[in-house]
Each structure stands twice: as C-alpha cells, then as structure tokens.
C-alpha cells in the first residue's frame, strides 16, 4: 500500500491526491501540519531532507519527493501521460511553466494571504505576484481557448499540474472572472467522476 505524507491545503500535495484517484490507485494518507513544523521532525527528515511534502512512500518503503517526479512516476504506462515523443516532451513543458511560473508564484500569493503569520510579507512581494501571476495566467487562457486540455485532447497530468493552484487562484488574490477558458477548463477537470476538492481529506 501506499502512502502520501501530504498537508492538507497544499496544491502540491493536491496534485498527487489527483492522481492517486484518477488512477483509483489505493493509498493511505497521512497529514503533515507544515506550520507546526511537523516536516522537520527527524523521523520524517528520514524520508525527505528537504523536510517538504508531498512524500509518497512505496510498498517497499522507497520515498519519492517532488510532485512533478511523483506524477511522472505514476502516470508512466497510463492514461495520464502520453506515449508519443513530442507530447511527452509538451507534458513536460508546462508541469515546468507551473513550477516557475504558477507554483512559484500564485501559490505563494496564495499561502502568504491564508496564513498571514506564517511568513512576514511587504505590500510589494504581493505587487510583484499579482503581475507575474497575471502573465502566467494569460499564457494559459491562451492555450486553453484553442484546446480542451493543455496537451493533445485528453486529460494528462500537465493539466493536474496546472490545475492544482490555478483553480485556487482567487484566494490569491486574482480576479479569474476575465479568463473564460480556464474557468471551462477548471469545470471540466471538476466535472471528473474522479475528482476529489482540494480542501477534503481521502478518500
């Protein structure tokens, strides 16, 4: 059996909880309050360093760290992840743009205006945000008013990627009324007999 090491508001940890059910793959879920430094304790330090989630321990006690490799790991041989070459390759491309453009961003918007103790912000980091974010996002609803799906026509863990934070994105702040192909793309993905919201524990 598996099991997530996750918390449970984070877009990260969301994007493996995604995937785990769109696969109907079994697993247990363990939280992990990253705000009571609970990622730090030596025990789970074990398992990640980097004291981070999402962790997905296999069977045989293998950790895999990262959301972007756990996704890639899960979804080689299935539906999520295309076989051809190039669309691989497009995959790859925009679980990239998220990293920096939309995990390194909007989510940080996101964190820093539900947790405003976590983490001192200045006025001007949530400035610097709401302009790159906005950037990213138009990228996107560009992208998306050509295509159903980020990637060829089905559904592949590029758009879980996206989907994670994006979905999210008025709690940073974003006013996502102006980007009509991405609120369709956002209602397709939750229209999913798999889906599960991101604020709902497993199963």
């Known amino acids: 059996m598996l099991t997530l090491y996750d918390f449970l508001d984070s877009g990260n940890g969301y994007k493996v909880r995604l995937a785990l059910r769109e696969l109907g793959t079994p697993f247990v879920y363990r939280e992990m309050n990253i705000l009571r430094g609970e990622t730090h304790e030596p025990w789970f330090l074990a398992k990640n360093p980097a004291g981070e989630i999402p962790v997905l321990e296999l069977a045989d006690g293998t950790c895999l760290r990262e959301s972007t490799a756990i996704l890639f790991h899960m979804a080689e041989g ?19 743009f998220e990293q920096t453009h939309v995990d390194g961003v909007i989510s940080r918007a996101r964190f820093r205006r539900r947790f405003p103790d976590a983490i001192a912000t200045r006025a001007e980091e949530f400035d610097a945000w709401w302009t790159e974010g906005k950037r990213a996002l138009a990228v996107l609803e560009e992208q998306l008013s050509r295509a159903q799906y980020l990637v060829g026509a089905a559904f592949s863990i590029a758009d879980i990627c996206l989907f994670a934070y994006v979905h999210r994105a008025s ?5 996502m009324q102006p980007y009509r192909a991405i609120r369709a793309w956002c209602e397709r993905i939750q229209s999913r007999p798999s889906f599960i919201p991101l604020d709902r524990s497993p199963p």
Not at 78 to 96: F, I, K, N, S, Y
Not at 171 to 175: K, P, Y
């Open 78 to 96: 299935t539906h999520l992840l295309p076989t051809d070459r190039m669309l691989r390759t497009r995959v790859l491309e925009w679980m990239c």
């Open 171 to 175: 709690e940073a702040g974003f006013d």
